[in-house]
T-cell receptor
Framework: AQSVAQPEDQVNVAEGNPLTVKCTYS??????LFWYVQYPNRGLQFLLK??????LVKGSYGFEAEFNKSQTSFHLKKPSALVSDSALYFC??????????????FGKGTKLSVIP | EAQVTQNPRYLITVTGKKLTVTCSQNMNHEYMSWYRQDPGLGLRQIYYSMNVEVTDKGDVPEGYKVSRKEKRNFPLILESPSPNQTSLYFC???????????????FGDGTRLSIL
C-alpha cells in the first residue's frame, strides 16, 4: 500500500530564514506528488505538483519542492519565510494501487509557524 | 469565481438523526470526492466519483452514502450519524482524464460536524 510520511508535526522558523517541510513517500511505479496548504477555517489550497521532468518544481507564493527519486522524498522549500506562510501543509502522492486503480494519499500534515 | 461550495459550514446534531451535507462545484469538473480530517490522521477519503452516476468507496466509507445525479453536485449523506463521525469534512473536485489524472483538487472550505 502506498503511504506518505511527514516526519515533523510542527516546524518553527524565524521570519526571513529559509524553510523546509519534509515529505517522503512509498508508491509503486512513478508517482504524482502534490503539496497543499490549509489556512485556519479554510479548505486545502494547491501549491505545486511534480509529474515528470525537472526535479525542482516551482509553485505558488514563492514555494518550491525538490523531487528526489533515490530518497523517495519531495520536500517543500522557500528561501525566505513570511509570517503569512504560517499554516498547515499537506503532502500527497498519487500512484497505482495493487489492484491497478489510482489512489491519492495525504500525509498527516505539518504545522508551520513563522516567528516574527 | 471558480469554487467548491459546501453547506452547512457547521452543524451540531444528535445520534441517529439523518443529515446531508451538500457540495456543489461550478468548474464543470468530472471528479469529486469527500474527505474527513481528524487530528493526527490527516485527510482520509470517504467516497469519490469519477463522473455522473459513478461513485466508489474510498478508505473510510462506513456509515456514509453519496450520490452523483448531476455533474455539479455530490452530497454526503449520514443515514444514522454516530459520535465517531464527529469530524471536519471536505469536498473536493478536479478535472479528470481518467483515474491516472494528475490534476490538482479544488477544495471547499469544510463542514464541521458534531454528533452528540
Amino acid at each position: 500500500a502506498q503511504s506518505v510520511a511527514q516526519p515533523e508535526d510542527q516546524v518553527n522558523v524565524a521570519e526571513g530564514n529559509p524553510l523546509t517541510v519534509k515529505c517522503t513517500y512509498s508508491v509503486s511505479g512513478n508517482p504524482y506528488l502534490f503539496w497543499y496548504v490549509q489556512y485556519p477555517n479554510r479548505g486545502l489550497q494547491f501549491l505545486l505538483k511534480y509529474i515528470t521532468g525537472d526535479n525542482l518544481v516551482k509553485g505558488s507564493y514563492g514555494f518550491e519542492a525538490e523531487f528526489n527519486k533515490s530518497q523517495t522524498s519531495f520536500h517543500l522549500k522557500k528561501p525566505s519565510a513570511l509570517v503569512s506562510d504560517s499554516a498547515l501543509y499537506f503532502c500527497a502522492v498519487k500512484g497505482k494501487s495493487g489492484a491497478g486503480s489510482y489512489q491519492l494519499t495525504f500525509g498527516k500534515g505539518t504545522k508551520l509557524s513563522v516567528i516574527p | 469565481e471558480a469554487q467548491v461550495t459546501q453547506n452547512p459550514r457547521y452543524l451540531i446534531t444528535v445520534t441517529g438523526k439523518k443529515l446531508t451535507v451538500t457540495c456543489s462545484q461550478n468548474m464543470n469538473h468530472e471528479y469529486m470526492s469527500w474527505y474527513r480530517q481528524d487530528p493526527g490522521l490527516g485527510l482520509r477519503q470517504i467516497y469519490y466519483s469519477m463522473n455522473v452516476e459513478v461513485t466508489d468507496k474510498g478508505d473510510v466509507p462506513e456509515g456514509y452514502k453519496v450520490s452523483r445525479k448531476e455533474k455539479r453536485n455530490f452530497p454526503l449523506i449520514l443515514e444514522s450519524p454516530s459520535p465517531n463521525q464527529t469530524s471536519l469534512y471536505f469536498c473536493a473536485s478536479s478535472l479528470s482524464t481518467g483515474q491516472g489524472s494528475n490534476q490538482p483538487q479544488h477544495f471547499g472550505d469544510g463542514t464541521r460536524l458534531s454528533i452528540l
